[in-house]
């Protein structure tokens, strides 16, 4: 997301490399590199001179430390600024009512009814009971759509799709939540353009008429700084409560991420990238400015862990390894797991220094598909006892996976020096301490 951002930051602050200290004549360069990468990534003007000017103000007034760079120092100031910039902390939802009513607001094709989708996913995950509301009575495969989310996740979807009376349709929805001992009801709402005054007035009485705990502005961050402009027109006629950044994972310069909350005056409370409905995240300024300045965001790696590994699965697994029985069965369930986490290139991207290394790399979820087809072909005999898979069986593994023999021998090697490893481990700590030398996010 922030790629072309972050390596035009990394080259403002090697201008100070070498120097002693930071003065008005070094500082100014760089300054002005800092302002063009802003400008470039699609920041609002302003922002970005506010920004500098008081990255600057403060920088020279900071006395460098022997052990610290004057470099160091800068980007230190920076990660502070763009933190407070994006809003300093996060703020969550209000899901206080009975039931609590979620307004989704947005333009055409921002991503709306998908974010409705993630965001029931996600509340329903933290102990929630969750109803969705198909509002759009203007787009004929909204509510189609939304039933499918629904189906995916597990979550009753409220629709007439005869009536064409969104506020109608609305009321109903929060007396079917309220029957059915709902906790939160997501209203889904057509796109509309800030200039159509019809569909305004539409999403305007569906707030007065909703009185809904959080009224969230989706807008899709590709849109660059216009997103910052109709979010404002936006926040003129409905006051919302937050905003919700959509496709992140697309090739967006990330200015609206930046500059939003400065011009709107509203939090950034969720950003949105990919299809699967996991792919949702709670927005930290502070985690965001780390990940800008290429500092990585282990934080939230390791939620995102937490919240889709299954702990029961953990101790069978920890079990296993311990005596020694880990096999391509687990192997398997653990690339799974991970699978559900998000994107790779993205969850790579959260440890520090990963995201310039991968730059130029194309790391997707199809990277995995070569080890899952020659895993699927092998034996339930064979995915248990590696050690039986002779040079037959080897090229029979190889004819149905679709692969060459290479990269057969190549993985079964693989899973072999790791089994090793988890061995000398077990020897070594006994257990908890052994172990925890695996964790490929400790390492």
Do not use: W
């Not at 299954?310 to 020694?324: G, Q, T």
């Not at 089994?419 to 172990?435: A, E, Q, W």
């Amino acid at each position: 997301m922030f790629d072309n951002l972050s390596l035009k930051l990394d080259k403002a602050f090697k201008t100070l490399k070498g120097q002693g200290s930071i003065t008005e004549v070094n500082v100014a360069t760089t300054m002005k590199e800092i302002r063009r990468a802003l400008i470039d990534a699609d920041v609002n003007y302003k922002v970005a001179k506010d920004v500098t000017d008081e990255i600057k103000e403060k920088a020279l007034g900071q006395d460098v430390l022997t052990a610290v760079s004057p470099g160091q120092l800068l980007t230190k100031i920076t990660n502070d600024e763009l933190t407070q910039l994006m809003g300093g902390s996060h703020e969550d939802i209000n899901i206080k009512g009975s039931p609590a009513v979620i307004l989704i607001s947005g333009l055409q094709g921002s991503g709306k009814t998908t974010f409705s989708g993630k965001l029931a996913n996600m509340l329903k995950k933290q102990g929630n009971t969750v109803m969705l509301a198909a509002c759009d009575i203007y787009r004929p495969a909204a509510i189609d759509q939304l039933k499918v989310l629904g189906e995916q996740i597990g979550v009753e979807v409220y629709a007439e799709p005869e009536n064409k009376n969104a506020v109608q349709i609305a009321n109903n929805a929060i007396k079917a939540a309220k029957d059915g001992g709902k906790k939160v009801l997501i209203v889904d709402t057509a796109g509309r353009l800030a200039v159509d005054e019809e569909m305004m007035n539409e999403i305007s009485d569906l707030k007065k008429a909703l009185d809904p705990s959080e009224t969230l502005f989706v807008v899709d961050s590709m849109t660059g700084q216009d997103a910052v402009n109709t979010a404002k027109t936006f926040n003129e006629r409905l006051n919302f409560d937050g905003v919700v950044l959509t496709k992140l994972d697309g090739d967006t310069r990330g200015g609206a991420a930046i500059s939003i909350r400065r011009v709107v005056e509203k939090p950034i409370k969720f950003i949105s990238h990919g299809e699967k409905m996991e792919a949702i995240d709670k927005f930290h300024p502070d985690r965001m400015a780390n990940r800008i300045l290429g500092m990585g965001d282990v934080v939230s790696l390791v939620e995102k862990a937490q919240q889709n590994f299954d702990e029961e699965e953990a101790r069978r697994l920890n079990k296993k390894i311990r005596k020694n029985q880990f096999d391509f069965d687990d192997f398997l369930s653990q690339l799974e797991q991970i699978k559900k986490m998000g994107n790779i290139k993205d969850l790579m991207g959260m440890i520090p220094g990963m995201g310039k290394a991968l730059k130029d790399i194309d790391v997707d979820d199809d990277s995995f598909k070569p080890i899952e087809a020659i895993i699927r072909s092998m034996t339930t005999e064979e995915r248990a006892t590696p050690d039986i898979i002779n040079g037959s069986r080897r090229a029979r593994i190889a004819k149905g996976s679709g692969t060459s023999v290479q990269q057969v021998n190549n993985l079964i090697k693989q899973f072999g020096d790791m089994r090793k490893m988890m061995k000398t481990m077990n020897k070594m700590g006994g257990g908890k301490r052994g172990l925890a030398a695996l964790n490929p996010f400790g390492r």
